[in-house]
């Protein structure tokens, strides 16, 4: 019989290795604009999205945005937002990705004050849509269209 891993990639699927830290959230690496960060995957959030601090390290262009963040125990986050990113997550890409910025230091106050690391942004459901996005949460994989 054939494993699910075994079925995905011979349907054109990439594989990305999650790694699941100790607030349980998986964590995933992706290259936004060529610089690698390290950011939660989050199936509820609708909208991906980076933190401000990391708007030059991400070399991402920030316009006024008249949308509101709420999640995390936050409600109206101010927000900007960004178009046309180079989006890569394993062998998977999207360049014209747009991206919400938001203020993310109660959620990686959050993961610091439970010994994880903190984190640039977070991959939402808007990637996992556009990738067609299978997750193997038994054995830590995301699936990705190529």
């Not at 690496?29 to 950011?39: E, H, M, Q, V």
């Not at 963040?69 to 747009?98: C, F, L, P």
């Amino acid at each position: 019989m054939e494993t699910l891993q075994e079925f995905l990639l011979k349907k054109g699927y990439t594989k990305i290795k999650l790694h699941l830290t100790k607030t349980n959230h998986f964590e995933i690496k992706a290259t936004i604009n060529g610089k690698r960060g390290l950011f939660i995957l989050d199936t509820g959030a609708s909208s991906s999205c980076v933190g401000f601090e990391s708007v030059e390290t991400f070399k991402l262009t920030a316009e006024d945005s008249s949308i509101k963040a709420a999640g995390a125990g936050a409600i109206d986050m101010e927000t900007k937002m960004s178009k046309k990113n180079k989006v890569k997550i394993g062998k998977w890409r999207y360049n014209k990705m747009v991206l919400v910025l938001f203020n993310l230091t109660h959620v990686n106050t959050a993961l610091i004050n439970h010994n994880s690391k903190p984190v640039d942004g977070i991959i939402g459901a808007d990637i996992l849509k556009k990738g067609k996005a299978i997750i193997d949460y038994q054995k830590k994989y995301l699936y990705l269209k190529v």
